[in-house]
């Protein structure tokens, strides 16, 4: 038996005196205690297992979440195919709708391009003697480009890096002569532009007319039709339909055909996706009787309504080819999705997206259509009041007296950018509407001018307080006969906001917020209805249904599997501070016993000592 040691407060006992292995006695003892400890560790490792089971559910949800976003945005389906009869004229299908069209490519894109109608000697060469050249666009507006010493190099520097764009280039024509070249950065008729300060040189020629393309449809003289595209691809000709094109040919045929496998294709993701979950519910709620254990989440209600969520969702959505099974499994039918995408894609597009109802009110002959849907924006039925009508912006100039024109200056602006148009003495007043027309739509401000008489009329293309501009007349501004406003009023009672023709319900209270409509009704339709115009009822389809449902269960802070996690954990947490209390009353209860052993050995020591002392006087006083 070892030799007992005490030191202080913590002393150790090996029972040398006793006979007593009193270290592993303090152990049983201690363990015995530490029972509730032990238990209190099973607990949270429990806790913790349905912690990572719901992490694990929640990743999960998010993917659902993306694949079904994604489908829900119907405009951007990929729902048929493009062919083209040219290898020189490339198709591509856009959406869902089908169309064919012929025509003869007349002409294709050119970038303006100037090229110096001299050369200098060497790139070091003075060309712009002003330190700055004025570059003036076709739409009239004109920039200032600082050059620096002037040089050919410097030119050509300045210029590339004005942003303004231009491409220059210092060409070499033949040893030790050299040309400068601009070119626009894009094509079209609207990229031709003019270089003034360039006086190193004997002028500037046009090495390129910047042009637009151009397809002629029909060979009927009385019936063909000319359209013309600022680049070489024509996107808006017929819907469903884009194509570009690269040479001048002839009967050129391109069509787009309905095609269901892109968009199948995504589905059959979503439904293996949802199915994937639905399996990840099961495991994690499973019940084996023969081995009496269960899943991380056995029991919880959180998953069993989650799960019945899900099947509902599939059950009422009627979605083509997607059903339910007996086992509580979803099924994507191909082959009917397909049909139903080809006897009417907008319907099968209804039932996997969002789409609205109006219900106009009495005397209402406006209409609206959704713009967008908010992830928790519950299904049903809202009124829509407007209280103010959307307005575009409208100028007037008068006193346009002419031809001739001499000294007539006339300039919209909008924003930073300002059109300029200077008319020539032998115009017409409709060759300055259709130089006007022109410059604005070559400068992208979306504005439509006309005349009556002497007046020259703008008009913003879109409502709206954002499409504001001026009209001017030699620097006078002209009359402006509506101010650009947007639409004002409320859906589900509540105050929306206008951005132009939309009312948006961004924030608020009830299942509305989150939608956006755009609202097209006129002043009469306000009048008569007193601002409430009907209401509209929003229904979502399987996708869009998808991803209410799993916003509703993972959105951070309240959402249902969020707030089963966190009390999963806060349990995960609470059970630990009960483990290291434990802990803590163990390691005292431990110290408290090694202190009473110890105590014990030390008088079983004594005790021993006093018996061999008393043996010894008895063993004297018998020899005596």
Do not use: C
Not at 304 to 330: C, Y
Not at 437 to 460: D, E, H, K, P
């Amino acid at each position: 038996m070892s030799v007992s040691s005490v030191s202080g407060a913590s002393a150790t006992v090996s029972g040398a005196i006793s006979g007593i292995d009193t270290a592993s006695l303090i152990d049983s003892l201690v363990s015995a205690s530490g029972a509730q400890q032990t238990m209190l560790k099973n607990r949270q490792s429990t806790a913790q297992k349905a912690v990572d089971a719901y992490a694990s559910i929640i990743t999960s949800m998010n993917t659902l979440a993306s694949q079904a976003k994604t489908l829900a945005k119907t405009s951007a389906w990929t729902g048929a195919t493009a062919t083209s009869s040219s290898t020189s004229v490339t198709a591509k299908a856009t959406g869902t709708d089908t169309a064919s069209l012929t025509f003869d490519v007349v002409s294709v894109a050119a970038a303006h391009s100037l090229i110096s109608a001299s050369s200098v000697g060497s790139t070091t060469d003075s060309v712009a003697s002003s330190g700055s050249v004025t570059l003036t666009k076709g739409d009239g507006t004109t920039t200032s480009i600082d050059v620096g010493n002037g040089s050919l190099t410097e030119v050509v520097r300045a210029i590339n890096s004005a942003g303004a764009g231009l491409k220059a280039a210092a060409v070499q024509t033949s040893a030790g002569q050299y040309r400068l070249q601009v070119t626009a950065s894009s094509t079209g008729s609207a990229s031709s532009f003019t270089l003034s300060g360039v006086d190193g040189f004997a002028g500037l020629n046009v090495l390129a007319q910047g042009a637009d393309a151009e397809i002629s449809v029909g060979s009927d003289p009385a019936t063909a039709y000319t359209v013309t595209s600022s680049s070489n691809t024509f996107g808006s000709v017929v819907a469903g339909l884009s194509f570009t094109v690269s040479k001048v040919e002839s009967g050129v045929t391109v069509s787009s055909e309905l095609d269901a496998s892109t968009v199948a294709g995504q589905v059959k993701t979503l439904v293996s996706t949802a199915n994937s979950v639905l399996s990840q519910l099961s495991s994690y709620t499973s019940w084996n009787a023969s081995t009496r254990t269960g899943g991380a989440l056995v029991g919880e209600s959180t998953i069993r309504a989650l799960r019945q969520s899900i099947l509902s969702t599939v059950g009422s959505a009627a979605a083509p080819g997607v059903e339910l099974t007996r086992d509580g499994t979803i099924t994507f039918d191909e082959a009917k999705f397909s049909q139903a995408f080809t006897a009417d894609p907008q319907k099968v597009a209804k039932a996997f997206g969002a789409s609205i109802s109006f219900t106009p009110a009495s005397g209402v002959s406006g209409s609206t259509s959704l713009v967008r849907v908010g992830d928790r924006t519950v299904p049903g039925t809202y009124d829509i009041t407007v209280t103010a009508n959307a307005q575009r912006e409208q100028w007037a100039l008068t006193d346009l007296n002419g031809p001739p024109w001499s000294g007539h200056r006339i300039s919209v602006t909008a924003g930073a950018t300002v059109v300029e148009y200077t008319p020539s003495d032998d115009d017409t007043l409709s060759d300055v509407v259709a130089q006007l027309n022109t410059r604005v739509r070559a400068a992208g401000l979306g504005i439509g001018v006309a005349s009556n008489g002497t007046t020259v009329v703008f008009t913003s293309d879109r409502a709206g307080s954002t499409h504001a501009f001026t009209a001017s007349l030699d620097g006078a501004e002209g009359s402006r006969l509506t101010a650009g406003a947007d639409i004002q009023g409320t859906i589900d009672e509540q105050a929306a906001t206008g951005i132009g023709n939309v009312l948006a319900l961004g924030s608020g209270t009830g299942g509305a917020v989150g939608l956006a409509i755009e609202v097209d009704v006129s002043d009469s339709d306000i009048q008569t209805s007193g601002g409430a115009i009907g209401s509209v009822t929003y229904s979502p389809g399987l996708a869009q249904a998808f991803v209410r449902l799993a916003t509703r269960a993972t959105a951070s802070g309240d959402g249902l599997l969020v707030s089963a996690q966190a009390s999963r954990q806060k349990a995960v947490e609470d059970i630990q501070d009960q483990i290291d209390a434990w802990t803590t009353r163990l390691d005292s209860y431990r110290h408290s016993l090694t202190l009473q052993f110890t105590a014990m050995e030390t008088a079983l020591a004594s005790l021993k000592s006093q018996t061999t002392a008393l043996a010894g006087l008895k063993t004297f006083s018998d020899d005596g």
